[in-house]
């Protein structure tokens, strides 16, 4: 079946521009992440989706950070004003269930989509 | 705070070779999950192999294992006869909370 698909796959924009990135979830996975990836570093959280509860967005670096996640499924990932330390791959996970005492799914990655702020 | 720590940026070795990568994690949770995620040139991140800390057997996945030491908050992956198709990042995970922890990483090469 389809896996999680993001795009665009690379998007390269100048400094100050706002850009958006889509992330279309396996479909009935009630789970999304959003996870930032800087050359040299580990998967930094950003944001988490589950179900229809409020998202945990304790991991947005600031303001220019916002997500959404519409009808449950598809989200989209909006950075305004870009700075060139916004370059980054920005990877996107689904999975079928919410992490807690039971958690026994593996996330599924997209691709991710190379942000480049020039 | 809940961390993961991966104290090997990068590794190479020599196809058909045993190479194990090291991980270590800060919690005060008693039941969890460890994961282990490979990331190629593609971008794909990809499971390897997945822990649960409440069983003490060590998992393993074809040529791939864990050793998973609780009390020493240590969970390293062991392949053996390594292949070429191995050369990836390697990322250890903890989990369950609503963040999923990720570690830097290794990058793994597997020399011909």
């Known amino acids: 079946g389809a896996g999680v698909s993001q795009s665009p796959s690379n998007k390269v924009t100048e400094k100050g521009k706002d850009v958006e990135l889509r992330c279309d979830p396996i479909?009935?996975?009630?789970?999304l992440y959003w996870y930032r990836q800087s050359l040299g570093q580990g998967l930094e959280f950003l944001i988490y989706?589950?179900?229809?509860?409020?998202?945990?967005k304790s991991g947005l670096p600031s303001d220019r950070f916002s997500a959404e996640r519409t009808g449950g499924s598809v989200s989209t990932l909006t950075i305004q004003r870009t700075q060139q330390e916004d370059s980054a791959v920005y990877l996107c996970?689904?999975?079928?269930?919410?992490?807690?005492?039971?958690?026994?799914?593996?996330?599924?990655f997209g691709n991710g989509t190379r942000l480049t702020v020039t | 705070a809940q961390t993961v720590t991966q104290s090997q940026p990068e590794m190479s070795v020599q196809e058909a070779e045993t190479v194990t990568l090291s991980c270590t994690y800060d919690?005060?949770?008693?039941?969890?999950?460890l994961f282990w995620y490979k990331q190629p040139p593609s971008r794909q991140m990809i499971l390897v192999i997945r822990?649960?800390?409440?069983?003490?057997q060590n998992a393993t996945e074809n040529r791939f294992s864990v050793n998973f030491q609780k009390a020493a908050k240590s969970f390293s992956l062991k392949i053996s006869d390594s292949q070429l198709g191995d050369t990836a990042m390697y990322f250890c995970?903890?989990?369950?909370?609503?963040?999923?922890?990720f570690g830097k990483g290794t990058r793994l090469h597997i020399l011909p």
């Open positions: 996970a689904s999975s079928p269930e919410p992490p807690g005492p039971t958690y026994n799914s593996p996330l599924h």
């Open positions: 479909s009935g996975h009630t789970a």
């Open positions: 989706f589950q179900g229809n509860s409020a998202p945990d």
């Open positions: 919690t005060s949770e008693s039941n969890y999950y």
């Open positions: 822990q649960e800390a409440y069983k003490q």
């Open positions: 995970a903890f989990g369950p909370e609503r963040e999923i922890i």
